[in-house]
């Protein structure tokens, strides 16, 4: 069965520092990945995927994931984050073999002025 | 295009209870997911269906029902609700669980005493 860890529970970084959110999977295939977004209240919204094809994925509001099959890791980066950015970060798994799309616990990002 | 809609917003039930909760989607998407959000849980999957009469469970499926009649509609039932159900609850749809993205609804934040 598949699962993601996303190792760090809170994560608290200044505004305009860089960021790197850890993402760990288990998956029997090749992968499908995701990471989503949620602010407070509100429901998740899609930051970028992971199908197939370049490792180095882009998304929106300047996020970028890396894959290393190597590493079973999808790591969330931004090169200088804004107070926007705080929120909740999830990263999540699927694939062709298994029609299940599973998550991680998630990431509170906090934001030092 | 209203995308996914979920009522109610918020519900209140006693233990033994029963309820259905709603959820829609006008995207014509065949996957369509039911997500619990618990503190420090992350999102687990409940139960999902890859399009109208079919359904499957997902990490935490004990005490909810559900069933796929139309491609539209996809309502969570709680046959005997009990404290432990407590949840905010996210419903999902995407054209395809490979690789597509899910698109959330707003949630329903479901209390029972």
């Known amino acids: 069965a598949q699962s993601v860890t996303q190792p760090d529970i809170h994560i608290t970084v200044s505004e305009g520092a860089s960021l790197e959110l850890r993402c760990n999977y288990s998956?029997?295939?090749?992968?499908?990945l995701f990471w989503y977004v949620q602010s407070p209240g509100q429901g998740l919204q899609l930051l970028l995927k992971?199908?197939?094809?370049?490792?180095l994925v882009q998304g929106i509001k300047g996020f970028e994931a890396e894959f290393k099959r190597s590493q079973s890791s999808f790591n969330l980066r931004k090169p200088s984050v804004h107070w926007s950015d705080a929120a909740e970060y999830f990263c999540a798994v699927g694939g062709w073999r298994d029609d299940k799309i599973i998550f991680g616990k998630g990431t509170r990002l906090h934001i030092l002025p | 295009n209203a995308g996914v809609t979920q009522t109610p917003k918020f519900q209140v039930l006693k233990t033994g209870q029963s309820m259905t909760l709603q959820c829609a989607q006008d995207m014509n998407h065949e996957y369509m997911s039911w997500y619990r959000q618990d503190p420090g849980m992350g999102l687990r999957l409940i139960h999902y269906s890859v399009g109208a009469g079919i359904t499957d469970q997902g990490e935490v499926p004990n005490g909810y029902n559900v069933s796929r009649s139309t491609t539209e509609d996809f309502p969570l039932r709680l046959l005997s609700a009990a404290p432990s159900q407590t949840s905010v609850y996210f419903c999902a749809s995407s054209y395809s669980s490979i690789g597509g993205e899910q698109f959330f609804g707003p949630g329903t934040r479901l209390t029972v005493l």
């Open positions: 998956y029997g295939a090749t992968p499908y």
């Open positions: 992971y199908f197939s094809g370049d490792t």
